[in-house]
């Protein structure tokens, strides 16, 4: 959002000038977001709505230009601090929907100086699709009387050339809906907002954390599960995080984890990245990747970050079959 206008101690405006009158006037930022239906869209609203977007769904596309143009009048008579930029949702089912005729359209908006249009297109692998209609019982709007991947593909076809065109495209087929609003807060959130770090562990065995900006291997170091008194300890506990520390390769790669975090961080926040993920994996998430997760965040915060700090598997089973074989 544009900053407050210093008082220059230049003229100013009489006392009943309209709010905002006199005040430079930036481009009214709109982001149309469209997609496969249960692709996310109602999520990427919602997060929208939460980082102060005003947010319509289902508006009918007949009527884009009026509604722009009512926006754009409001907002040359409101200060720059209280114009919310603008995210209109459509896809198959809004009424007079073609991407032919939205792409010309939204064509002609962008060569307007007082608008900032971008395209969002939320794109989702079929089969995963099938999955969430399955889960939800919800009937496809273009299926009719035809299974669930008829109106999939009919939807996919009809909805081409609007992903082709669009100026961005989220796959969410890995993403559940935490994931998505994860991606929609980093894309969206003003860059003046002081940077957001989670440092967190997982598990190989139960699958890679889909948006993390950086991930550490962890299996390298000894496995304590092999010990016996600590295989139903975590990485929290004392002994455990004793036995990694004496593996002889522990202390030289903690220190180069630690040493390239404190040399990224401020460089990521320097470009106006909001949020940075860090996660540690080990095989099944409950000593290694654990306990290298509480350290790190401990340099961080001593370094001045205020890491919030996520532990995925914590709570799993350990399982000598997830763990596989012990060398001998």
């Not at 699709?129 to 109106?151: C, F, I, K």
């Not at 989670?198 to 954390?209: A, D, I, L, N, Y």
Request: proline share 7%.
């Amino acid at each position: 959002m544009p900053s407050d206008i210093e008082d220059s101690g230049t003229a100013q405006a009489a006392p009943d000038a309209a709010p905002g009158q006199g005040l430079p006037q930036g481009p009214q930022r709109i982001l149309l977001v469209t997609g496969l239906l249960g692709a996310g869209k109602t999520t990427v609203l919602r997060v929208l709505e939460d980082l102060r977007w005003e947010a319509l769904d289902n508006f009918p596309v007949r009527l884009l230009e009026r509604l722009i143009d009512t926006t754009a009048s409001q907002s040359a008579q409101a200060a720059p601090a209280d114009r919310p930029p603008l995210a209109i949702g459509f896809d198959a089912r809004t009424r007079g929907f073609n991407p032919h005729d939205i792409i010309e359209r939204v064509k002609k908006l962008s060569k307007r100086a007082d608008l900032e249009v971008t395209t969002l297109f939320l794109d989702c692998a079929s089969r995963e699709l099938e999955r969430r209609y399955n889960e939800t019982r919800r009937r496809h709007p273009l299926a009719a009387d035809m299974p669930v991947a008829s109106g999939i593909l009919a939807e996919r076809e009809l909805l081409e050339p609007l992903r082709r065109w669009a100026d961005g495209v989220i796959d969410t087929t890995a993403y559940s809906t935490n994931d998505l609003q994860q991606v929609i807060r980093e894309r969206f959130t003003p860059t003046d907002q002081p940077l957001t770090l989670t440092v967190s562990s997982f598990g190989f065995s139960r699958g890679m954390p889909p948006v993390a900006d950086l991930v550490f291997d962890m299996r390298f170091l000894d496995n304590p599960h092999w010990v016996d008194e600590l295989r139903p300890l975590t990485g929290k506990d004392a002994p455990v995080g004793e036995h990694i520390r004496q593996d002889p390769a522990f202390p030289e790669a903690y220190d180069r984890i630690r040493d390239l975090l404190l040399l990224l961080l401020p460089r990521y926040e320097a470009q106006g990245k909001a949020y940075v993920h860090i996660a540690f994996g080990c095989t099944g998430g409950r000593h290694r990747s654990v306990f290298v997760a509480e350290q790190i965040a401990a340099a961080l915060r001593a370094a001045g970050f205020s890491p919030t700090l996520l532990h995925r598997n914590l709570g799993s089973r350990a399982a000598d079959l997830i763990e596989g074989g012990q060398a001998s």
